[in-house]
């Protein structure tokens, strides 16, 4: 992942483990327990980790990657976008059991349940409105006085899609994307600046391909079949070089 991905993923990694220290309590941080629409949210983002964690590079190709530069690389860049989907993913799961649900009215008239709670003078909103087809969550800071939000994102009622934005500071974001239609997932991470790691993979065989956009331009590609097998470009050069 290239610097201007490193420096704002550290920004929403230090918020994240704010978060996390905020959702720990002297019972642990328990998740609240019957509220139908937080825990059907938490069950489609349980859903998609699951989806997550079952991405792996093809058995040979683990193989190829000890002998051979570019099958290793491949495997790195996959391992490397499973563990930031699973990492990002996993605080919206993270709610301390002493957090005091509040309802309201959100954007377009939708019921709107939003659970604060507060840890070290910061006090935290987490906010879910729903319409027949998706779950909308928000999830804002408060510290001294001012409100920003953290992440904002969205998940479908069948847990075929679900997109999130972490927000960090002067604008500079992360955008993460999971779409999944039969077989097929895809999965990006872009920024601000219009970086871009694109994921396609197949469950079934897979097979798959990561590609590396800069500044909206492809730079570099890896794509892979089933059997393991497996060719890297370097788009800036035109340059090929394939494994085994």
Not at 229 to 239: F, S
């Amino acid at each position: 992942m290239n610097t201007k991905f490193r420096r704002v993923s550290m920004l929403i990694m230090v918020a994240v483990a704010t978060i996390f220290q905020s959702c720990s309590s002297e019972d642990d941080g328990i998740l609240i327990e019957n509220e139908n629409q937080l825990e059907d949210i938490q069950g489609r983002i349980e859903q998609y980790q699951t989806a997550i964690e079952n991405i792996q590079a093809p058995d040979q190709m683990q193989e190829y990657a000890s002998q051979n530069t570019y099958a290793s690389a491949a495997v790195l860049s996959l391992t490397s976008l499973q563990v930031q989907a699973l990492t990002y993913s996993s605080i919206f799961l993270s709610i301390p059991d002493d957090a005091e649900p509040q309802g309201t009215i959100g954007k377009s008239g939708r019921n709107a349940n939003t659970w604060v709670w507060s840890y070290g003078g910061v006090t935290l909103y987490y906010t879910i409105t729903s319409d027949t087809v998706f779950d909308y969550f928000t999830y804002d800071i408060e510290e001294n006085g001012v409100r920003r939000n953290f992440y904002e994102g969205r998940v479908r009622k069948d847990g075929t899609f679900y997109e999130v934005k972490f927000n960090g500071e002067n604008g500079e974001f992360i955008l993460m994307t999971y779409t999944k239609t039969g077989n097929i997932i895809n999965f990006t991470i872009e920024n601000n600046d219009n970086d871009k790691i694109e994921l396609v993979f197949n469950e079934a065989d897979q097979s798959g391909s990561i590609k590396v956009f800069e500044s909206g331009i492809l730079n570099e590609s890896f794509v892979w079949s089933s059997n393991g097998t497996g060719l890297y470009t370097d788009h800036r050069t035109g340059e090929t070089f394939s494994w085994p």
